[in-house]
């Protein structure tokens, strides 16, 4: 049982590159989230998913794109990257509520990126 | 909108016990989460109330009062190990979804021989 696996967990783009950072779970979680961690700071929420084929915004969504073809992927798309994306991505999922432990999140271990 | 607030740091010695306390504000509350953070890696998961009132989880608990929108966490008999950033979360509506998690900016722990 692996929870949430990201990769890759270090990159360095050039602004005005794209890139995907990929998210997987292995257990069955219907919900999924994108945070985004700067220096000292706390999460803040890019996108989210309830399950497949429904994303949503969160506070930050700008300059970030997602999709949910299946349970298991929520992969988040940079496109046209900028020196202000440079942050830590984490991604997590949950259980939908009524379920056992659907309190906590599961987080991955992040994406460190760097836009030079 | 939602806002957290809570200390930027504790230091505390190891053995002894601290209080980590969060305030916060908020509509459509649902509860109040707790995370620890080593540098550098995941967040994971401490304990989470949705009611008034302590919840205890082996060495560290968490508490809530709704109606002062305040919670915090306690960790007892202190360890070395327990040195990380510890953040709060608040849980509210949010979309479609009904689970927004919205995070503090945390508060580093030191603890100190």
């Known amino acids: 049982n692996a929870g949430v696996t990201q990769t890759p967990k270090f990159r360095i783009l050039k602004i005005g590159q794209s890139m995907t950072l990929q998210c997987t779970q292995d257990m069955n979680h219907n919900y999924m989230y994108w945070y985004r961690q700067d220096p000292g700071m706390g999460l803040k929420l890019i996108y989210y998913?309830?399950?497949?084929?429904?994303?949503d915004k969160g506070e930050v969504p700008n300059g970030y794109n997602v999709s949910r073809s299946t349970t298991e992927d929520f992969p988040l798309r940079l496109e046209l990257a900028a020196p202000s994306q440079t942050s830590v991505y984490f991604c997590?999922?949950?259980?939908?509520?009524?379920?056992?432990?659907?309190?906590?999140?599961?987080f991955g271990s992040g994406t460190r990126l760097t836009v030079v | 909108g939602q806002s957290l607030e809570q200390p930027s740091e504790v230091t505390a010695v190891e053995g002894a016990i601290v209080q980590i306390n969060c305030t916060y504000q908020?509509?459509?509350?649902?509860?109040l989460s707790w995370y620890q953070q080593h540098d550098g890696g995941a967040p994971t998961f401490l304990s989470y109330n949705a009611l008034d009132g302590l919840e205890e989880t082996g060495r560290f608990s968490s508490f809530l009062s709704r109606s002062d929108s305040y919670g915090y966490l306690l960790l007892q008999e202190l360890q070395m190990k327990d040195s990380a950033s510890y953040f709060c979360?608040?849980?509210?509506?949010?979309?479609?979804?009904?689970?927004?998690?919205?995070f503090g900016t945390g508060t580093q722990l030191k603890v100190e021989l």
């Open positions: 908020t509509s459509g509350f649902y509860g």
């Open positions: 979360a608040v849980r509210s509506t949010g979309g479609g979804g009904g689970n927004k998690l919205t």
């Open positions: 998913s309830v399950g497949a084929g429904i994303t």
């Open positions: 997590a999922s949950k259980p939908p509520p009524g379920q056992p432990d659907s309190y906590g999140y599961t």
